[in-house]
């Protein structure tokens, strides 16, 4: 848990001292982030022997400090970094919101624990993200590598044009998902109510406060971790389809149907996001635990390197189609 503590919680010290003080402190944040990925993952990493942990207890602090340094962005963005800080600032919180808040949000909304799932549900309701909850559980581990996941992009689109129908698509499924359950079940409420009410809140709480700026400079902070959310989704499962089988069902999710990469240390930044093919063969697994398995299928790159190259879909295609097809060739053999 050493490095993950380390990988994850460093951006969030330089950060705390970058808004009270800027200068290099505030420019090494974004770099603890966004860039050392690039030394840390060619230098060996930690073994992995003996009894794994789950991890719950720095998922509980990262979940609370998401929450406590939305607010602190927002004091630090409208009044007390000003020129190129301002600007570090704006893309280490931005960082430090979608690279490491996200996949905490995500592994705490996957545990049993009430109180864990719920600390997952604030923080995505403050990225004004809510949704993604329902949507996540209930649509995209549902339907993956299927034309019914929004979040499941088809081979040749570009990641520009898959980003608006992955955030109006998962909204509008996982919505209805809510409704069937709610219509099934006895006194269930739809959680669009909490995810829509909270988000029209927070922005009335962010302009009361911090002014137009303040809700301005809100906005993109959440769009810019929503963005690196979708990036995410759409690297890890570009192209990858499950067959259909005669009677219209799809065949179990396997190791083929996810995108992994290589790179320890990047893996420890985002809570072991890279390992994504066992996650979807065991969504409660705690981060720590899961596997590599055989036959996953591999992205040439670690996996912040890759939502670069996927920013640029004509590179994109020309790197991921061909591994793409030999991913489905092996799969088809």
Known sequence: MIAYAIATLTPAALLLLGAMWGGWFIWAAPVSVGLLWLVMDRLPGPSEGGELPTGDGLLAVLGLVQLAYLPLALWALTGRLHGVDWVAGLIGFGLFFGQIGNPAAHEL?????QWLRR??????????FGHHVSAHRLVHHTHVATPADPNSAR???GFWRFLPRAWIGSFRAGYAAEEALRRRGAGRRNPYTLYVGGAVLLMLAAFAVFGARGLLVYALLCAHAQSQLLVSDYVQHYGLRRA???????????????????GWYSAAVTLNAPRHSD???HPARPYP??????GAAMLPA????????????????RVMNPRLDAVQRIAAS
């Open 289 to 294: 635990q899961l596997e590599m398995p055989m």
């Open 119 to 128: 600390l997952g549900t604030a923080v995505y309701v403050a990225l004004l």
């Open 109 to 113: 909304i996957h545990r049993s624990n």
């Open 302 to 317: 670690p996996l912040p390197a890759m939502a670069l190259v996927a920013l640029v879909p004509p590179l994109w295609r």
């Open 244 to 262: 259909q089988r005669p009677d219209g069902r799809f065949e179990p999710v396997g190791p083929a149907h996810s995108w992994n990469a290589a």
């Open 155 to 157: 081979r040749g689109l």
């Open 279 to 281: 996650h979807h063969a």
